[in-house]
């Protein structure tokens, strides 16, 4: 109950000085696809790692002191808003500096001496957001440790008109991700890792309500703004990580092509509704029966691959390097999409979702998917693993 009560608490909070007013993320998903459920890989960024889902109670008493709300447990566990002279404070927490707070006012720490901030987790391994007259400031911190992007600068291997670079071929996990549409077969061996955008590199990047993410700047204009904001130096690797998702973002698409960068949940939704209507939508990402598996041999299970969706009727989006959540969303031309059944080495089952593209002849010749399968440009059908915090969009 604490995620739920924290979000859609800190959103009723970060409300109150935002322009754009909305509903939590959680809601405007049910309120736009109350028929879609909702992808565990997506699920899992809107929530905290260090909160509690077993508050006990909740409570709320209105006096001369302004409103307090308590939803926790005894001994100083659970959340806990005050709205008074002061402003607005949310505690959803463990003594000791463990859980959540959220004030609106009072020149708290975290809410750079007005407006809005919010403090999660415990000391030394938290995510803090800070809403005030500087805008909005966010923070992810580890064993006491900054951790921003933490990634080194690459090519996305997702975005079709890069070429690769040599290096690629021998280092990239990346690479093990393209095959050949004619081995989606029962009994075809592959060898691959499962895992996250971020793993490795830090990690800890969540979404941003949208009500405070469109008040970050996104752009090439104001990136110097973007990097003060996040408190990461210029020419660092971070940095440069982040300039390259933005570029991408802002660059031309290939021929039939329509794509987005998605900088919040609903602006995700919103995206994909407008590409595929809000009827019978559903959206699917790569589950993993064991986390965090090594580089392994698969094979495909009994049964193989399911078709659920071609042609037009596909949106697929890719979660990007960023200090908060970035989707790049994008809609092309013959392209379709399979649920492949696998078992790994060790017994780990995956049900991977696969995307093929019949036609690749828009994409840069020297693409990683060319070198690695030794194709042409145009020539048969490729095909690709998603890792696990990528979405396909598509009608059911």
Aim: charged share 25%; net charge positive.
């Amino acid at each position: 109950m604490a995620v739920r009560v924290f979000h859609v608490l800190a959103s009723l909070a970060l409300m109150m000085v935002v322009s754009r007013a909305a509903l939590p993320p959680e809601r405007y998903w049910n309120a736009v696809l109350p028929n879609t459920r909702m992808p565990k890989s997506l699920v899992d960024l809107l929530k905290s790692d260090f909160m509690d889902d077993d508050d006990k109670s909740t409570s709320v008493t209105v006096g001369k002191g302004g409103v307090n709300v308590d939803a926790g447990k005894p001994r100083g566990g659970g959340s806990h808003v005050d709205v008074g002279k002061g402003g607005v404070h949310v505690d959803t927490g463990k003594p000791g500096g463990g859980g959540t707070h959220v004030s609106v006012g009072g020149g708290g720490h975290y809410s750079g001496g007005g407006g809005v901030g919010v403090h999660t987790g415990k000391p030394g391994k938290r995510t803090d957001v800070g809403v005030g007259k500087g805008g909005v400031t966010v923070h992810t911190r580890h064993k006491g440790k900054p951790v921003y992007v933490g990634v080194k600068p690459g090519p996305n291997p997702f975005v079709y008109n890069y070429a690769a670079k040599e290096s690629q071929l021998h280092d990239d996990p990346n690479v093990a991700m393209f095959f050949l549409e004619k081995d989606l077969r029962p009994g075809q061996d592959m060898t691959v890792r499962f895992g996250r955008t971020d793993d490795g590199y830090g990690g800890g990047a969540v979404f941003l309500p949208r009500g405070v993410s469109e008040t970050v700047p996104f752009g090439s204009e104001r990136f110097s703004e973007v990097l003060n904001r996040f408190g990461v130096e210029p020419g660092s690797d971070e940095a440069k990580m982040m300039k390259k998702t933005v570029e991408e973002c802002e660059g031309r698409g290939i021929s039939g092509e329509e794509k987005y960068c998605a900088t919040s949940l609903e602006s995700m939704v919103d995206f994909c509704v407008s590409k595929l209507g809000k009827d019978r939508v559903r959206a699917i990402s790569t589950e993993v029966e064991k986390e965090n598996r090594p580089m392994q041999k698969y094979a495909i299970s009994a049964g193989g691959a399911k078709k659920v969706s071609e042609s037009d009727n596909l949106v697929v989006c890719h979660k990007q390097k960023f200090p908060f959540t970035v989707y790049y969303c994008h809609k092309t031309r013959a392209t379709s999409a399979y649920v492949v059944p696998l078992e790994g080495a060790d017994g780990t089952r995956v049900k991977a979702v696969v995307v093929c593209h019949k036609d690749t002849s828009a994409w840069n010749p020297n693409h990683l998917a060319f070198k690695v399968l030794h194709v042409e440009p145009g020539t048969v059908p490729i095909c690709h693993f998603l890792p696990q915090d990528n979405v396909v969009w598509f009608k059911n």
